[in-house]
């Protein structure tokens, strides 16, 4: 049992443990976890950072999220949708690149884009990447089924925040608004047959200590309930505090670093990403504590990567601008070893 300064077994965290850890300010304290996480993550995951990209193909929305631009009711965003010869040219720009695995997001509107749609849409994504995921409104459990068919690998999913009532004000109206359908979605995805679930709160929308309680202690209770689900974690934060009407709470890097060290080691075989609304010398710097995975040469417009590379419509604004072989050659000057594609899906090839 290796107990720190600070007498808790960072290596046998409970929920109680974190609880204690996140009333503490104390930079002893930080620097241990920080030591502790990189150490196992290196006996986890060697050095290996996986790398994928993003690919918007609409970006209609029917929810008031009062945090997103995408919003239904925003006239300052262009709306649009890829058909799927548009679609397949996206798919062959970022193939190109050397991406070998991509996430398909599509603002959540099941009118414009339908189930259908976007399992045709991933259908031709999975002729040019080997792991497929997508990052859509929570379905039932026979359209996540399908997609599992048609080869999906993965859904990303975040629950925003696990406060209700705060989740009650933040979220308007739309579909969205039913707090029940969305935090039930991952046992309906695990049910499905598709294999990796992602899962994260958007920090800064409430207290991010219990936020981040809840979402360990949700992702623990599916771990037990689902052994045969890869489950990872990301901690998106809203970056730009500008209009605080809606009270968003700032939360500094710091902070993310304990958040990351935290999630490492209450999760030691768990994925763990960083986005591109992260700044590239913070991505470049919390890499060492727990990181397994990073998007990279994002576009979060849809049809970015070749349709539509002209308009500034994305979700949010990449603060990393590099290229994918920008952030390998990082990887690499740092001593990881960048992976393309680390998994293949058999059953349903
Ligand atoms: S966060 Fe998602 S659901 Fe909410 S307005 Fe933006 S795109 Fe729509």
Not at 276 to 299: H, L, N, Q, W, Y
Request: include cysteine.
């Amino acid at each position: 049992m290796n107990k720190g300064l600070s007498g808790i077994d960072l290596a046998h965290l409970t929920i109680d443990d974190i609880r204690r850890i996140f009333s503490y300010d104390d930079r002893g304290l930080l620097e241990e976890m920080a030591h502790a996480a990189r150490e196992l993550t290196r006996r986890q995951f060697g050095r290996t950072i996986s790398l994928y990209a993003p690919l918007y193909i609409a970006n209609y929305c029917q929810n008031e999220c009062v945090y997103c631009g995408f919003h239904a009711s925003s006239k300052i965003i262009p709306r649009s949708k890829l058909a799927m010869d548009e679609i397949d040219r996206e798919c062959a720009a970022l193939a190109a690149t050397g991406i070998r695995s991509c996430l398909i997001l599509t603002g959540e509107s099941r009118f414009h884009s339908s189930p259908q749609y976007i399992r045709d849409a991933c259908i031709i994504a999975g002729r040019y990447f080997p792991y497929v995921a997508v990052e859509v409104y929570p379905l039932e459990e026979h359209e996540y089924r399908e997609l599992y068919l048609a080869g999906v690998d993965g859904v990303t999913l975040y629950q925003e925040t696990y406060d209700r009532a705060r989740y009650d004000e933040l979220h308007l109206t739309g579909p969205k608004k039913v707090y029940d359908y969305r935090v039930q979605a991952p046992d309906r995805i695990a049910r499905s047959g598709i294999r990796h679930i992602s899962m994260g709160v958007l920090l800064g929308l409430t207290d991010w200590h219990q936020d981040i309680i809840a979402l360990f202690e949700h992702v623990r209770h599916l771990e037990r309930a689902y052994p045969g689900v890869e489950f990872g974690l990301a901690f998106p934060r809203l970056r730009r505090v500008i209009d605080d009407e809606h009270h968003y709470i700032e939360v500094s890097d710091r902070e993310m670093v304990k958040i990351m060290c935290a999630a490492r080691l209450f999760f030691p075989r768990a994925g763990i990403s960083i986005s591109t609304r992260e700044t590239p010398e913070f991505r470049d710097r919390i890499i060492e504590f727990g990181v397994t995975k990073m998007s990279a040469g994002s576009s979060t417009r849809v049809g970015g990567y070749v349709e539509r590379a002209e308009y500034d419509d994305g979700q949010f604004q990449v603060f990393d601008p590099r290229s994918f072989d920008e952030v390998k050659a990082m990887l690499v000057a740092k001593g990881f070893d960048p992976v393309v594609t680390d998994w293949r899906n058999i059953v349903n090839s």
